[in-house]
């Protein structure tokens, strides 16, 4: 039976299992509109074709069994992520194994990495904290502009990366106009300017009125 291989997705063949392969490539390349075009494979091919279901089944099955080891891997990386900082070692061990699979890293391990990064450590350590948070970075940054290429009219593959919403603008914004209230005329927006009214004259006729007495003397 075909065992998985690696974390690549590979696959290990016994000799046997190889020599159905090629038995079964044989087959296929044969033309099939001509029955004498048999090859030294013979008419009877009942036995071959039992052969090659059930090297279809155990693909199968190693297939399957790929994928529980990639679902343990993906669990154990998660127990590593919340044993940090003590599990440092091991998670970046387990990430990078990971990463070799296809493994896309999310906001969690991004988090997790720029801690460690900002920890103390060794100068091997810390290089490689800062290669694999770089290469995490990558990764992330690929995935979210072929998600928005997915999407209809998404951005182009060498366009800026999104930005994130703005907030709401605190500076106060002048109101529009309101359709029910009627357009105002340059009148009333720029009254004329009224001048100002000049300072009350002063009475100088009793201020130097002359006494009676002085005027008959």
């Known amino acids: 039976m075909p065992t998985p291989y690696g974390s690549r997705g590979g696959m290990a063949f016994s000799a046997d299992e190889l020599r159905v392969l090629r038995r079964a490539l044989a087959i296929a390349l044969q033309p099939t509109h001509d029955p004498a075009a048999r090859g030294p494979l013979g008419p009877d091919r009942s036995e071959e074709v039992r052969d090659c279901l059930r090297l279809a089944e155990d693909v199968d099955e190693a297939v399957r069994e790929g994928g529980r080891q990639r679902a343990f891997l993906l669990a154990d990386l998660a ?25 896309v890293p999310g906001h969690g391990d991004l988090a997790a990495l720029r ?100 005027r008959s003397a």
């Open 79 to 103: 127990r590593y992520r919340a044993a940090l900082p003590g599990s440092a070692g091991g998670y970046l061990d387990r990430l990078q194994e990971a990463l070799a699979t296809g493994y």
């Open 115 to 214: 801690s460690l990064c900002a920890r103390r450590a060794g100068p091997e350590e810390a290089g490689r904290r800062a290669a694999v948070l770089h290469r995490c970075e990558h990764l992330a940054e690929r995935s979210v502009r072929a998600r928005l290429r997915a999407l209809p009219g998404g951005r182009a593959a060498d366009g800026p990366a999104p930005s994130p919403p703005a907030g709401p603008d605190p500076r106060p914004r002048p109101a529009g106009p309101r359709p029910d209230r009627p357009i105002p005329t340059p009148g009333e927006v720029f009254p004329p300017r009224r001048k100002p009214a000049p300072p009350p004259k002063s009475s100088l006729k009793g201020r130097f009125q002359v006494p009676p007495e002085a």
